[in-house]
Structures are given as structure tokens and as C-alpha cells.
């Protein structure tokens, strides 16, 4: 008697299953990740797919058939997808109708030896590849971020908080099923990921932040490099989220950024204190203190006109070392300077900043003692007069350097310090 319901299903179930099945899956909402298609037909195996079978496949999804928990095909492009490649053989694929007859009832005998089921199994997921946003993270603990400002050498590490959104998208399903999700009947949710995502995301921000602090960009600025950010988290995660998972972060957003009010203010600080190496911004900030000082003191009704006048006069006893050393610094540097002939910079050593252009030599000039033009060459350029026979031309036998005037040279050579004598005269 069993043998006889055993055989008789298992005729059933292959004539159940020659009908053409169309697969088929609702829009995929942002929260379902992975879902099991759905079929529409005439009955038959759930878990079986007729050959020649029709497979509905929509924007934003991908499809993948799996059949004895391997995956055999899958597919992204949207439109109607046929499988023509299935082991479940059906007289209505067409082809050689004896041909389809002859391997139906090897379907039928290979039933039979299972008890009338079915010996295999073959499913329709659908992936869902849109962009999935709105994934909400902030930072429980300040997270490192380092402070670089070449301008005025700062390098310091300090602690900010950050809080935003952050999306990613499913670029292969394939390892998605393999590694996550597997052969599953009810939907899979992005909330059976997204703690896992969160916390592998705030332990990158970390290095993240120091490729881009790398760069020059304050933290105050983060919300307006995003993209740097979103490069600088996909170097870190990709190893795990694309390479293992199949999933890849796309875009990073930052509602605020703020760092301790402890090293704000150490920041603004250095900053501040920076600014004052410039001469002149040194001297406002005097200037102000002063203001400052003469209005406090005139406030001071106890003290009276006396103690206003005390503390102007100290203010500028303080501003008047600062004020002259920095002005006493200008007239030096002019005395020493020279103009460049190659590009017209203004230098004041032995070479030119800007191009490397060497220091002309001042040396070979005289006196006219007619009309006092100060000469170069055998003649005055301007009288005509000659260049008197008893003012030698100086040299320095260990450098090269000639003195401005040859008249009157110097002891020693300002260049070298080798002693002038008369080795030194060339002419």
C-alpha cells in the first residue's frame, strides 16, 4: 500500500510541477535587505522551479536563484528574467516533445525512490541594491582627532564628539548571501545589522579623522569635507564591508562637530599667541591694551585724573621697547639689502631668495675727485675725468670680494676675515 501512494505521488507531484511558475517580489523597502521571492502559479512544490520558468526582476533589486544551497545564477537587470537551465524538466519548455516526455518520467522514477517528495531544492531570493540611508551614529566617548596648522606650527591632539547619518549600498549579493544572510524564509532586516555596521564605523572614524587632519583640515571644518571623510572610512572598512559582506559605504554626514571647551580655548590660545610674531599685529594688540588700560584707569573714580595719567604713561613705557625693536629692525635690514638683477626681488644675503641669482660683487668703484661721481671703469662718466693712478683696487686673495670703495678698505674681510694687505691688491 505504500508503494502505491509513493508512486502515486510521485506521479502527482511532477505533472504538479510542469506548469511554468512566475516568480515575483513586492518593492523592497529600506528595511528589508533580502527577501525569499514569491511564487504565483498553478500549485506544485514551493521549493521548485520549472524549467522555463519566468523570474520578474524590478529596479533597485537583484535576483539570485539557489538550488540545493548553491547559488546557479543571478541577475540585476530589470525586466523578466526566463530560467531555461533548471533540473525540474517540464513538457511546456518546449524543445523535443519525446525528449521532455522521456525525462519526466526519470523525474517521476527518481521521486518515487524519495517517497514521492521532491529530492531537491530550488529558491528565488531578491537582494535589495538601492542606497540605504538614515543610519543615525554618534560618538559615546570623544574620539582622537590631531590638530595641524603648518601656519603656525601647531600639532596637538584633542577630543571631539560628532553626530550625523551615514548610508551604504549592496554592490555583491552574491557575498552578502554567502557570508550573512544564507538561505532564509523570513525577510532579512537592516536592524540584524546595522549595531554591527554602527560600531565598526565609530571605531574607524579614528584613523579616518588622522588621514584627514593629515591634510590641513580643522576639525571645526568637517562638515564641509565629507567627501575626504567618506574616502577616508572606505580605506579603513573596505577590508571588512565590501571584501567580506558586500556592502560599501557612500556618503557620510555631519550635523556638528564640537571639541572640549578646554582645548577650544588652548587652541584660540596658541592661535592668538602666533599672530603676535608679526610686527605689526604685535603693535595693535599694544595699542589696544593701552586704550584699554587709560579707559580702565579713568573709570576708576577713587583714584582720579592722576592714577588715569600714571597708567597711560605705563602702557607706553610697555609699548615703546616692543614698538622700537621692531621698528629699529627695518633700517638694518634696508642698509644690507640688494636688488636682484635676475628677477628684481629684494635679498639681503649672499644669494637671491626667489631665483639663486649670487650677490653682484660692490667692488672696483672710485671717487672722481673732480665732480665726486662714484666709477667704475678707467674714466668718469661723467666729467671724463681719469682714474687717478694711486687708488689701488682691493681683492681678497682667500674669497673674492672687493671693497666699495677702494680708497678706504677695511682690515679684514667682512666675508672671509682674512686680513687686507698687500696681497690683496690686483691693480
Avoid at 511532477?14 to 500549485?43: H, I, S
Avoid at 591694551?289 to 583714584?303: E, G, H, L, R, Y
Wanted: net charge neutral.
Amino acid at each position: 500500500m505504500g508503494l502505491i501512494k509513493a508512486a502515486l505521488g510521485s506521479a502527482a507531484g511532477v505533472l504538479g510541477d510542469q506548469w511554468k511558475d512566475y516568480f515575483y517580489t513586492d518593492a523592497l523597502p529600506e528595511n528589508v535587505l533580502a527577501v525569499k521571492g514569491r511564487k504565483k502559479g498553478r500549485g506544485g512544490s514551493d521549493n521548485i522551479i520549472s524549467n522555463g520558468s519566468v523570474i520578474a526582476v524590478a529596479s533597485g533589486q537583484c535576483m539570485m536563484i539557489v538550488e540545493q544551497g548553491k547559488v546557479v545564477d543571478l541577475c540585476a537587470v530589470p525586466g523578466e528574467y526566463v530560467y531555461d537551465i533548471s533540473t525540474e524538466p517540464s513538457i511546456f519548455a518546449g524543445g523535443d516533445l519525446a525528449d521532455n516526455l522521456m525525462k519526466v518520467f526519470q523525474n517521476i522514477g527518481k521521486r518515487f525512490t524519495f517517497g514521492g517528495m521532491p529530492p531537491k531544492d530550488q529558491r528565488v531570493y531578491y537582494f535589495n541594491t538601492k542606497e540605504i540611508m538614515g543610519n543615525k551614529y554618534g560618538t559615546p566617548a570623544p574620539v582622537p582627532f590631531r590638530v595641524v596648522d603648518r601656519n603656525i606650527g601647531l600639532d596637538m591632539d584633542i577630543a571631539i564628539r560628532c553626530f550625523g547619518e551615514y548610508s551604504y549600498r549592496m554592490t555583491n549579493p552574491l557575498l552578502f548571501y554567502t557570508n550573512i544572510c544564507g538561505n532564509v524564509e523570513a525577510p532579512y532586516l537592516r536592524s540584524q545589522l546595522d549595531g554591527q555596521l554602527k560600531s565598526e564605523l565609530l571605531t574607524a572614524l579614528q584613523p579616518a579623522f588622522a588621514k584627514v587632519s593629515e591634510r590641513g583640515v580643522r576639525y571645526s571644518a568637517l562638515p564641509g569635507h565629507t567627501m575626504e571623510v567618506t574616502q577616508a572610512l572606505n580605506e579603513v572598512l573596505s577590508p571588512k564591508w565590501r571584501d567580506q559582506r558586500g556592502i560599501e559605504l557612500v556618503a557620510v554626514g555631519m550635523n556638528s562637530v564640537r571639541a572640549s571647551e578646554e582645548d577650544e580655548k588652548t587652541i584660540k590660545e596658541l592661535q592668538r599667541t602666533a599672530a603676535l610674531r608679526d610686527p605689526n599685529m604685535r603693535d595693535a594688540y599694544m595699542t589696544n591694551a593701552k586704550a584699554a588700560a587709560v579707559q580702565s584707569a579713568a573709570a576708576n573714580q577713587s583714584a582720579g585724573p592722576a592714577m588715569a595719567f600714571m597708567g597711560m604713561n605705563m602702557a607706553d613705557a610697555m609699548a615703546q621697547p616692543v614698538h622700537s625693536q621692531s621698528a629699529a629692525t627695518v633700517p638694518a635690514a634696508a642698509a644690507n639689502s640688494w636688488t636682484c638683477p635676475g628677477c628684481g626681488a629684494l635679498a639681503t644675503g649672499k644669494f637671491c631668495p626667489e631665483c639663486g641669482t649670487p650677490r653682484p660683487a660692490a667692488g672696483g668703484f672710485w671717487t672722481c675727485q673732480s665732480c665726486g661721481t662714484r666709477n667704475k671703469g678707467k674714466f668718469c662718466t661723467e666729467c671724463g675725468a681719469k682714474k687717478p693712478a694711486g687708488v689701488p683696487q682691493y681683492k681678497c686673495d682667500k674669497c673674492g670680494w672687493e671693497p666699495a670703495d677702494p680708497a678706504h678698505p677695511p682690515k679684514f674681510c667682512p666675508e672671509c676675515g682674512d686680513p687686507f694687505d698687500n696681497g690683496d691688491i690686483v691693480s
